[in-house]
């Protein structure tokens, strides 16, 4: 399957993004769909991610309480709904594809390009 994340932007502290994830490919339905960041000189974080059909998810701490992962597979599509954003959010945010639920990104088979959030005032 073939990511394709978008949606990032420049937004103050306490604002909102929408990141989308586009997935090519029939058979989205079968991958667990993940949200990463990487913010500079760190390594790669979980964020969030959402079982097959969307009735499990699962949150970084960091992020639970602000962020809402979503999918729609009518549409081949995955979301991160991101509020209450702070500085310390600024980071590349990737969408990933997974065949088993997990939150280790090593275990995610497929990437998108990532798309840049950046908190500031």
């Known amino acids: 399957v073939q990511l394709q994340a978008s949606g990032g932007g420049l937004v103050q502290p306490g604002g909102s993004l929408r990141l989308s994830c586009a997935a090519s490919?029939?058979?989205?339905?079968?991958?667990?769909m993940g949200w990463f960041r990487q913010a500079p000189g760190k390594e790669r974080e979980f964020v969030a991610r959402?079982?097959?059909?969307?009735?499990?998810?699962v949150y970084a701490g960091s992020v639970k309480g602000r962020f809402t992962i979503s999918r729609d597979n009518a549409k081949n599509a995955a979301f991160l709904q991101m509020n209450s954003l702070k500085p310390e959010d600024t980071a590349v945010y990737y969408c990933a594809a997974a065949q088993d639920l997990t939150t280790n990104g090593y275990e995610y088979d497929y990437w998108g390009q990532g798309t840049l959030v950046t908190v500031s005032s």
């Open positions: 959402i079982s097959r059909y969307g009735r499990d998810t």
């Open positions: 490919g029939r058979i989205f339905s079968s991958y667990i």
